[in-house]
């Protein structure tokens, strides 16, 4: 099983910036959509940007035209932060909707740990 491996997480002042990387533990055949979630305390998990294979993608619109999210290859994502706001502050979760195996399995709605983000204002 594949793990996501989660990196660039910290503590930074408002109006900072952060870049987020997430990638796979190993090679696999495909991944279809990878994206960034965030949960704050008291609330729920929710989506902040994500893209698809071909490069499409979507944000929250609290994070437009702050964040910005990429990959580089099929199997790492990026997202880099902007003019971080206090209510920015929220672990940030790593997923993969699809990944598909080389053995031809395919495991659905797959996360990594988690990295903290702190928004210092």
């Known amino acids: 099983q594949v793990q996501l491996m989660e990196s660039g997480g910290g503590l930074v002042q408002a109006g900072g910036s952060l870049r987020l990387s997430c990638a796979a533990s190993r090679r696999v055949f495909s991944i279809n959509r990878m994206g960034w979630y965030r949960q704050a305390p008291g609330k729920q998990r929710a989506l902040v940007a994500n893209i698809a294979s071909g490069g499409n993608t979507n944000y929250a619109d609290s994070v437009k035209g702050r964040f910005t999210i990429s990959r580089d290859n099929a199997n790492t994502v990026y997202l880099q932060m902007n003019s971080l706001k206090p209510e920015d502050t929220a672990v940030y979760y790593c997923?993969?909707?699809?990944?598909?195996?080389?053995?031809?399995?395919?495991?659905?709605?797959?996360w990594g740990q988690g990295t903290q983000v702190t928004v210092s204002s």
């Open positions: 997923n993969a909707d699809r990944i598909t195996y080389y053995s031809g399995n395919i495991a659905y709605d797959n």
